[in-house]
């Protein structure tokens, strides 16, 4: 017997062994994900504030603050510090070389500190680079894990063909779901923070990492930025907890019986 004739033998097996099966079993699994740097010498967390831009219809800064503080709370072993949010754009702002800042509340003070998109990150993200800032931040609270960096939220639009399914009924009655491209306009938008890890006993950066996320919706949709925002932050969330803690995915398998 060779190869190409066994082959048909070795299927009819299999398939007869299948119609044997009767019972299906799903099992529950738990896969661990290992923790991307090691926290192990800190047992207090501060999430202390991010320089965020973009659209103004969302704070990116104190919702972010409040955000992970509520995972961390929960999906963490190191304790989460309740604190007031750092001015960071401002600190930023006053350490620019040659910049005079203008005096808090007023219109000048407040088109200085607009940023709008990555470009005005630019020359303002030095302040993470301050070891002796951090470390002064650090002692204040005993020398924990710093949680900071940046948050980009911003709205954008985008035209193009889309692909969807559409139902079509043939003469007899019969139904049938095919491929049709459609030009269509869209807005939504994009999530860009970069999560810095600094340690608050030296104020040195331990570890960075930036995310991307984006969404869009069809013009007749009318999405709430901040809704939007929390959706594109649930999708990222799993991968920030995983930098701090073991995460475990949850998923099942099908047995047969």
């Known amino acids: 017997m060779n190869a190409r004739s066994a082959a048909p033998i070795v299927s009819l097996a299999l398939l007869a062994a299948l119609a044997a099966c009767t019972n299906f079993y799903e099992v529950a699994i738990e896969t661990p994900i290992s923790p991307k740097m090691d926290v192990s010498a800190f047992n207090r967390v501060l ?34 510090i309740d604190a007031d949010v750092l001015p960071l754009q401002e600190l930023a702002l006053k350490e620019l070389p040659g ?68 139902e079509v009924y043939d003469a007899f009655g019969r139904r049938r779901v095919v491929p049709v491209r459609t030009y269509m306009e869209r807005s939504g938008f994009i999530l860009k923070p970069k999560f ?36 594109l932050m649930d999708r990222l969330l799993p991968s920030f907890l995983t930098t701090l803690s073991t995460q475990k995915i949850r998923g099942s398998r099908v047995l047969l019986k």
Do not use: C
């Open 47 to 80: 999430v202390a504030g991010f320089i965020a831009g973009g659209t103004d219809d969302v704070d990116a800064n104190l919702e972010t603050v409040r955000l992970l503080r509520s995972q961390l709370r929960t999906k963490s072993v190191l304790k989460v």
């Open 99 to 166: 910049v005079t800042a203008a005096p808090s509340g007023t219109a000048e003070a407040e088109s200085t500190a607009i940023i709008r998109d990555e470009k005005d990150l630019e020359g303002i993200t030095q302040v993470f680079a301050d070891t002796e800032y951090w470390k002064k931040i650090g002692e204040e609270f005993q020398g924990p894990l710093i949680v900071t960096g940046t948050v980009m939220f911003q709205s954008h639009s985008r035209s193009g063909y889309v692909q969807r399914e559409q």
């Open 196 to 231: 810095i890890f600094i340690d608050g006993r030296t104020g040195a950066t331990l570890y960075a990492e930036t995310f991307r996320e984006e969404v869009l919706y069809n013009a007749q949709q009318s999405t709430p930025a901040l809704s939007s925002y929390f959706e």
